[in-house]
């Protein structure tokens, strides 16, 4: 039996304002290539499927056009699991629907834990694989908070309630089992606390620093490896970007990535996770994917450099995307933004930003004066750059991520 494992696909994900329904509508045509040539029975995607909690009209119509592409192939079942940046409503408002043409949803708890258990079945009707097709847990359905407990310790109880619901889905398809020499599949969408924290396992937005550390969102709460039961023959998960085991220890319990690069910031090969099954052994094949609109950073401090680095560019017809960082002196911005403009003119590339990283402010302006957002994309460390500024007790702060964080899932649900 095979599987193809892939996630954080965020359709409808723009970059800065560049729509990409063309790239997404060519990934999805890929991967309905790879299931078919590689004749995969269960298709799994692990969470963070849209973008938006609400996702645009056209952003819908790739979602079901792909899901109806895959059934017109060998693939005999497609599981979809939700994530953080998903609305569990919408993703599971058609569940009744799909689950008769054989596209199981999970989007959110169900009050019995057998609900979240796919049973997968050969042409015989013998039961071939276990699939525990877990949601993205929110803190409010699976832990309690209370009164006088800091961050960490919040943080700890939800941690310890993930793990707790991964014991008990995969105690009760281990029940199922029984004696029988077939795998069981856990799917998940969070974040493992032995992660190395560097841009190649970058889960959220795009940030100016080369080497950066994972937002304070994307990292709020990790999960311990030991965490996953023993049961588990391979373990699916999402919500980190690049393609990764999540321990040396066992290579079969992994993040696949996102199948599309997501953001300038996001570097390194792209691919899906093939999964073959003998029996319970999993044997991984990893299938690089395409890249379907080249991205290219630049950074310069010269006019001249640039110049001579767009010029390039143009005359060779490329079409790519392009961020522009400006880290020079900030008399000579305006003379690099012309010439950025003039060259651009008549290309077939796009500059979708440029930003500046002047050598020459003086410490008041890069402490205080400085226009934010010139400094950062990244909402979490502009949070965490204010708090810095404020006199507070760490109590205070830890309160106010708490607060923070709170407000940040209300917004993504409302789709803001």
Same mark, same amino acid.
């Given at each position: 039996m095979k599987i193809l494992h892939t996630s954080d696909i965020h359709i409808g994900k723009k970059i800065y304002e560049q729509a990409r329904d063309e790239e997404f509508n060519s990934l999805f045509l890929w991967l309905v290539k790879i299931v078919e040539e590689e004749k995969v029975d269960v298709f799994i995607a692990a969470g963070d499927i849209f973008e938006v909690p609400n996702p645009s009209n056209s952003s819908r119509k790739l979602y079901y056009r792909f899901l109806s592409s895959l059934l017109k192939t060998s693939c005999r079942k497609v599981i979809i699991t939700s994530g953080n940046h998903d609305s569990a409503e919408f993703l599971g408002a058609p569940k009744s =629907? @799909?689950?008769?043409?054989?596209?199981?949803?999970?989007?959110? !708890?169900?009050?019995? =834990?057998? $609900?979240?258990i796919v049973e997968i079945k050969d042409e015989n009707g013998e039961l071939e694989a276990l699939v525990c097709a877990v949601p993205y847990l929110r803190e409010k359905d699976i832990s309690s908070v209370r009164a006088g407990e800091t961050f960490e310790e919040q943080n700890a109880a939800y941690s310890s309630a993930i793990s707790a619901h991964y014991k008990e889905v995969a105690a009760k398809a281990s029940k199922i089992r029984g004696a029988?020499? =077939?795998p069981i599949i856990a799917v998940g969408h969070l974040f493992a606390s032995n992660m190395p924290c560097s841009e190649s396992v970058f889960c959220g937005e795009g940030q100016d620093t080369e080497e950066r550390t994972i937002s304070f969102w994307g990292n709020a709460v990790k999960v311990e490896p030991s965490g996953f039961p023993e049961e588990i023959d391979y373990l699916a998960l999402g919500h980190i970007h690049m393609p990764q085991t999540l321990s040396s220890e066992n290579p079969m319990r992994r993040y696949s990535g996102s199948p599309l690069r997501l953001s300038f910031g996001e570097t390194g090969q792209k691919s899906v996770c093939l999964v073959t099954f003998n029996g319970k052994k999993p044997e991984l094949k990893l299938v690089h994917a395409p890249e379907f609109h080249k991205m290219t950073r630049l950074k310069s401090s010269s006019p001249d450099d640039i110049s001579c680095r767009l010029n390039a560019l143009k005359s060779s017809g490329a079409d790519d995307y392009l961020e522009i960082i400006f880290s020079g002196r900030k008399s000579v911005f305006e003379e690099f933004r012309r010439i950025v403009d003039e060259i651009s003119e008549g290309s077939l590339f796009k500059v979708l930003k440029l930003k500046t990283e002047f050598c020459d402010l003086s410490a008041y302006e890069r402490d205080e004066g400085a226009d934010i957002a010139m !400094?950062? $994309?990244?909402? $979490?460390?502009?949070?965490?750059?204010? @708090? $810095?500024?404020?006199?507070l007790s760490e109590d205070e702060k830890d309160e106010l991520r708490g607060t923070y964080r709170e407000a940040l899932e209300l917004l993504l649900e409302d789709g803001i």
């Open positions: =629907i @799909l689950d008769s043409l054989s596209v199981f949803v999970s989007s959110e !708890l169900s009050e019995k =834990i057998e $609900d979240e029988r020499d =077939i !400094l950062t $994309d990244d909402r $979490d460390r502009i949070f965490e750059m204010r @708090l $810095d500024r404020e006199n």
